[in-house]
């Protein structure tokens, strides 16, 4: 049976806007309309605009209220200025088209060397049929971006390095612990409505007070920025759950498998979200 996958960010935010223990994680997300967006706007200084259906970071607007009454608006490496609300929804309209997207609360991101980071983490089914999270790794910014995805320019980097500086070895255990939990109870909760997930990539945001936030839930999760990270087990872990739950063509597995040992290298099978 194929591993489910569910593109609409909107849909995944209902569901998990459900549960109990997720919720508070979640920041406000709505479709975006200019009623939404001005109301948004008026509770929050800074939003961010995303496709309802897409990856990589593409099409991920930034958009902050500035104190002289200007409007800010980032979309990769571009910057847009804006004199009225009125003007800054026609631009977001000529740069969206016709696609849905949706509009979230910004969170203002801890940073590593003045640039921005969130975490990627991994949670998977075990060959046990048991939820599991597997991995945790940091996603540095492009300096000149408003988005951490590696395919957008960021670095993948430690959980440990990001925030060496910024939490004790305490508050980091409990932080991991914690993220654990949130993954778990993701999972959980999104599989209630879709019966067949294998594998989350959850983006998560550390805000200034060290609170956690659920930005996204992806269902085709990237397992190769693992490779990145410090502990060869963490990747090899989440490969080894991956092909038990038919996330590779099992043609290619075994020559897979044989790659992994001997080198430690492996090509992309599937098109992921990073």
Known sequence: ???????????????????????????????????????????????????DIGSFGNGVMRIEQQPDGLYRLQ?????????????????IRKLAGHKKYLVQRGIELLRYNDRRFDLRV????????????????????HPAK????????????????????????????????????????????????YPRLKELGLDIAIDTDKRPWLLEVNTLP???????????????????????YGRFKHSRRSKRARQLRSSGHAHKTQKPSP
């Open 1 to 51: 049976m194929a591993v489910q996958r569910v593109k609409s960010k909107l849909a995944k935010t209902k569901v998990l806007e459900q549960h109990c223990y997720i919720r508070d994680f979640i920041p406000l997300t709505r479709e975006l309309s200019k009623v939404s967006l001005n109301e948004m706007l008026t509770q929050h200084s800074m939003v961010y605009i995303k496709p």
């Open 122 to 141: 991994m949670v998977q089914k075990n060959p046990k049929g048991k939820w599991e999270t597997t991995g945790i790794i940091g996603r540095l910014a």
């Open 222 to 244: 990237d397992p190769w920025l693992f490779r990145k990270h410090d502990d060869p087990a963490v990747f090899r872990k989440i490969y080894h759950y991956a092909a038990a």
């Open 146 to 193: 408003a988005v951490t995805n590696y395919h957008s320019g960021g670095t993948p980097l430690s959980f440990e390095q990001l925030t060496q500086a910024i939490l004790t070895d305490e508050e980091r255990q409990a932080l991991t612990q914690r993220l654990k939990l949130i993954g778990a109870a993701a999972a959980s909760g999104l599989q209630s409505a």
């Open 75 to 91: 979309l990769q490496s571009d910057i847009y200025s804006y004199s009225s609300f009125d003007r800054l929804y026609e631009g």
